[in-house]
């Protein structure tokens, strides 16, 4: 079964197996079975996830109580862990990952971080709100999904604005997908669903299942959705 009850995360690998963090550990799922990732390493509590061009997963992890948050590089039977060694930044964990055109890994919390060749830079403090999810959308431009709303992030001007939608009662944006025809998908934690058309947000569909968390698309297009148990 799953490693935990807790699934934050979820991603799909080069085999086609699913991937999902949970609050105690990584397990994948495969032709009807799940089995346990076992490793040495303390990978407990993982939250965002991305799969890197070279077929590496990336995690990141919540952060423990007077420690800093990781990230963590699964590749075959490989786990590296990087530590983001900011002070006053991500003690509350990674939340969301992305690879971008020129493989580097872009990751989010209570800020806005960039790592390439294990190397992490501060891109864009964000003191005040924690970003939940991160989604890449062409060269230039990154959602930001937070807890008091929706963001653009310009790369090529260093410029973070917010994004008017059909967001009025406050919903809480925890996972950004893209779908295999290239729509973008926000998953709200009160279980509503919302589609990017033509840079507008239209609510799809809502579940009376509350505290979703992560969202993936498969490859044969079906959306996986975890919750905190």
Request: net charge negative.
């Amino acid at each position: 079964g799953l490693a935990g009850n807790g699934v934050y995360s979820i991603l799909e690998d080069d085999l086609g197996r699913l991937w999902f963090g949970t609050d105690r550990g990584l397990c994948h799922y495969y032709e009807g079975e799940f089995e346990i990732y076992k490793t040495n390493e303390d990978i407990s509590c993982l939250w965002g996830c991305v799969k890197d061009s070279r077929g590496g997963l990336w995690f990141g992890l919540k952060g423990k109580i007077g420690a800093k948050a990781s990230i963590c590089n699964v590749m075959d039977q490989n786990v590296k862990l990087i530590e983001l060694n900011y002070d006053g930044g991500l003690s509350d964990g990674i939340n969301g990952l992305l690879e971008d055109e020129n493989g580097i890994i872009w990751c989010c919390g209570p800020g806005l971080y960039r790592i390439d060749n294990d190397y992490v830079e501060l891109i864009q403090k964000t003191e005040k709100m924690s970003i939940s999810a991160i989604m890449r959308d062409g060269p230039d431009l990154i959602w930001l999904s937070t807890h008091s709303g929706l963001y653009k992030y310009n790369t090529k001007i260093n410029k973070l604005e917010i994004v008017d939608g059909d967001m009025s009662d406050g919903s809480s944006v925890v996972s950004i997908s893209r779908d295999i025809h290239g729509f973008l998908w926000f998953i709200t934690e009160d279980g509503k669903l919302y589609r990017c058309e033509k840079s507008e947000l239209k609510e799809m569909t809502k579940s009376d299942h509350r505290f979703w968390h992560g969202a993936c698309f498969d490859s044969i297009g079906r959306l996986w959705v975890s919750s905190y148990g």
